[in-house]
């Protein structure tokens, strides 16, 4: 949002390019239960909802680091699917290794599946902010901060 905020001021200032939309793509939610109904009055209308990863995280649009290096699936949502239930979000971390994975039925690969170790972890999110910083999405200082919180990840302990 900051990076957002930044280009916006460019922008109204200087006439500046903004970075380019990445949309989302979408898919239409048919019988999905978590998605919003279509409103009596307009029963014609199109419900769409976020495609989504075979991890259960949103394809798609800007990604920032901690959904394109994921330790787990974003924003599931949590039951009753009642408001304002419906508007809150989970987060399910992924489980550390294979054994524990298939142990809990988990399909969604393991942290030693997806990554080497830690370091190979905080190497991908540090590419992955460094192409938001340089797509004009990520601020150079906030990429400084989520690589150092991913340093200091404990994910892998």
């Not at 419906?86 to 987060?91: D, G, P, Q, T």
Request: charged letters at 25%; aromatic letters at 4%; hydrophobic letters at 40%.
């Amino acid at each position: 949002m900051r990076s957002t905020l930044v280009a916006l001021d460019r922008w109204v200032a200087g006439n500046a390019v903004p970075p380019m939309s990445e949309l989302m793509p979408l898919q239409e939610a048919g019988k999905n239960p978590h998605a919003l109904r279509t409103p009596a009055h307009l029963p014609q209308a199109l419900i769409q909802v976020p495609l989504r990863d075979v991890d259960g995280n949103v394809s798609g649009g800007v990604r920032l680091p901690d959904v394109a290096v994921p330790l787990g699936t974003h924003g599931g949502q949590n039951p009753p699917l009642t408001p304002p239930c419906n508007l809150a979000a989970s987060y399910v971390a992924f489980a550390k290794s294979k054994e524990a994975r298939e142990t809990a039925k988990d399909s969604r690969l393991s942290l030693l599946e997806r990554y080497r170790d830690h370091d190979d972890y905080v190497n991908r999110v540090r590419m992955a902010s460094r192409e938001l910083e340089q797509r004009g999405f990520l601020l150079s200082e906030d990429a400084t901060v989520i690589v150092h919180a991913a340093a200091e990840s404990r994910a892998f302990k």
